[in-house]
């Protein structure tokens, strides 16, 4: 390879629409989150194997299924968590839960996104569970992801927000060089998540390292672009989510936004 390159690498710093209206109030962005994922939990019914996503999004809809359950108004109800910090959270409110090998089908699936695009393809994994959630996503007959405005974008990258990518702690800068490589028409710069307290490097719950990548331009193709980085050895996984979503519900100032994969 010919390229003349100086890696860097530092720690990082951690369709159809149906509108549903609200007063003209400027809400908390933890309000609409919560919004959104109350209105994503409308999807779950009685009997249902339910994908239990991971965030601050994610963890409203775990409470409120939570809170139904203990309610009655829903019964029968089989959680699979796409995390350990969401499999305790689930068991605090007494939701039941199985894995993947007991239930390989999955129901319905509800998750947050770190941002989302026109086409409803997301980024997702910065808060360290895309392998996991990637894995229960890919499994559901539908997959509903909730977030509040501030997550949708023109396209993947424009926010300047990392593209996390799981790999292998081996050699991990070798790794992150080549994805860095990879997408350096992007501007990209390829960063180790660090822990804030420590300074050492983020563990995700599969004992692996996280890669974030950052891009100045778009990366075109996202398809493409995932495929071009799962053929990297040392790769796990990343957070690209393309073509996964059926319903994206967005929560905002103006009301709550169901956008359905056309």
Not at 68 to 73: A, I, K, P
Not at 152 to 164: E, H, K, N, T
């Amino acid at each position: 390879m010919a390229t003349a390159y100086a890696p860097h690498f530092i720690a990082s710093q951690n369709s159809a629409a149906e509108t549903t209206p609200s007063p003209p109030l400027t809400m908390a962005q933890d309000e609409l989150k919560k919004i959104a994922a109350y209105k994503a939990v409308e999807f779950v019914e009685s009997g249902m194997v339910v994908g239990l996503g991971t965030g601050s999004t994610a963890k409203h809809a775990v409470d409120r299924i939570g809170e139904l359950l203990q309610q009655g108004v829903l019964s029968n109800i089989v959680g699979i968590p796409t995390s350990m910090k969401t499999h305790e959270q689930a068991m605090s409110v007494n939701i039941p839960l199985s894995d993947l090998d007991t239930h390989p089908v999955i129901d319905l699936a509800i998750d947050g996104a770190d941002e989302v695009d026109p086409d409803l393809n997301l980024v997702k994994g910065r808060g360290g569970s895309l392998l996991r959630e990637k894995m229960i996503e890919f499994a559901s007959k539908k997959f509903v992801v909730i977030v509040d405005e501030s997550k949708v974008v023109d396209y993947i990258g424009v926010s300047g927000l990392a593209m996390p990518v799981e790999v292998v702690p081996f050699c991990w800068k070798f790794t992150a060089q080549r994805l860095q490589l990879l997408f350096e028409e992007a501007g990209c710069v390829a960063e180790l998540r660090t822990c804030p307290e420590t300074g050492d490097p983020f563990v995700t719950d599969n004992r692996n390292y996280t890669i974030d990548l950052f891009f100045k331009k778009s990366i075109g193709d996202l398809k493409a672009a995932g495929d071009a980085i799962l053929r990297l050895p040392g790769v796990v996984e990343h957070g690209l989510f393309v073509d996964m979503a059926t319903a994206v519900i967005v929560a905002g100032d103006g009301g709550v936004t169901v956008k359905n994969k056309s």
